[in-house]
């Protein structure tokens, strides 16, 4: 019986008394019987509550057993000397271990939210993101490949890719990562001079700076995944990256952030890049005070002169290598 029920039937009981008080002493068996029912119910309550007491305590301790379960592997994963990473289907971290991390040479904290094609080496970029759209009709792969971790040469990894649906119903990919004795050739890398293999995308570690340790970059663009990427490639190097989605956003940062560069998408719905800029160039001339800036831009060159003109320094394909970004942030910031 419900509580709403349980009062109804209080309420009938109170009427009965009422009732019975005006009629003969004889008829005062009715309450007699009436209190015997209410008794009974009372108890058949109390099981109930106990029973419900018992039922609860089960699911705190199962809860309890659940989450030491689950504190127990994650600190599996955590300590593996294997390096673990799970990523979206898209290629972005959701979770990795602290080998991976020591393994690329980046802080754990920067890798989450990260696309992992930035620590695949730029050559072989383009079969990555071949074999991870791949990757979604097929349980277990082995991928072999040259990671980049920070500031250090091509590593030679073989990467065990398990597809799985997370409980939401989405895709994830759980990958182990381990390394190789050699880099991994091209077919063609035998007949490659240094000059070739440059082109094909192996940087040398002193064509970039060392560290960029303590400069501030504001990056301005309304697609998330571009703010995501650029974020990726310069926090690996020390920056501080404040991303923002619009002109407005922007221009609210600049006094706030200080940066030392600003790195801005052309083409925006409301105010654009354009507009940014020469509002930024304005305030600055009653102001004082200078910040660089760089456009960034999904066309090739129609934009170029139309941004330098309008105030920006320099101009960069959205396509560009992670490196000529760096490269471009660098110089734009005299660290060069």
């Known amino acids: ?14 009427k009965q008394i009422a ?43 199962q809860n309890q057993q659940i989450a030491a379960a ?21 290629g972005l971290i959701l979770e990795a271990n602290q080998a991976i991390a020591q393994l690329l040479k980046v802080p754990q904290r920067y890798l989450l939210g990260k696309p ?33 971790p920070r500031e250090d040469a091509l590593l030679a990894v073989e990467l065990y890719v398990s597809t799985v649906r997370s409980d939401a119903g989405s895709i994830e990919l759980r990958i182990a990562v381990y390394t ?7 077919t063609r890398s035998q007949h490659l001079n240094p000059e070739a293999i440059q082109a094909e995308g192996t940087i040398l570690k002193s064509q970039l700076p060392q560290s960029l340790d303590g400069l501030r970059v504001l990056v301005v663009d309304d697609e998330p995944d571009v ?6 490639i310069l926090e690996p190097y020390g920056i501080g990256v404040r991303a923002v989605a619009s002109a407005a956003a922007a221009l609210e940062e600049l006094e706030q952030f200080h940066p030392d560069v600003l790195v801005s998408d052309i083409r925006m719905p ?58 471009m942030v660098a110089q734009l910031a005299g660290r060069t």
């Not at 689950?70 to 898209?90: E, H, K, M, R």
């Not at 730029?122 to 074999?131: I, L, P, Q, S, V």
């Not at 703010?227 to 990726?232: D, K």
């Not at 760089?294 to 992670?322: M, N, V, W």
Request: aromatic share 10%.
């Open 180 to 186: 190789r004795i050699q880099p991994q050739e091209t």
């Open 70 to 90: 689950y504190q127990y592997y994650y600190n599996l994963f955590q300590t593996s000397p294997i390096a673990y990473l799970v990523t979206d289907a898209n």
């Open 1 to 14: 019986m419900s509580s709403k029920q349980f009062r109804q039937y209080i309420r009938t009981i109170q």
């Open 116 to 148: 992992l094609a930035v620590y695949v080496a730029e050559g072989e970029r383009r079969d990555f993101y071949t074999k991870l759209n791949r990757s979604q009709n097929s349980d277990i792969q082995v991928w072999q490949m040259n990671f980049c």
């Open 19 to 61: 009732q019975l008080k005006e009629e003969p002493a004889s008829d005062w068996s009715e309450i007699a019987e009436a209190l015997d029912g209410l008794q009974l119910i009372h108890e058949e309550m109390q099981t109930n509550l106990e029973a419900a007491e018992v039922v609860e305590q089960t699911l705190l301790q």
């Open 227 to 232: 703010r995501e990427f650029i974020t990726a």
């Open 270 to 327: 409301g105010e654009d890049g354009y507009s940014l800029i020469q509002r930024i160039r304005a305030w600055e001339a009653l102001q004082g005070g200078h910040i660089p800036a760089a456009a960034i831009t999904a066309y090739l060159d129609e934009d170029r002169e139309k941004a330098l003109s309008a105030g920006f320094e320099a101009h960069l394909h959205k396509l560009a290598q992670p490196t000529d970004l760096i490269k």
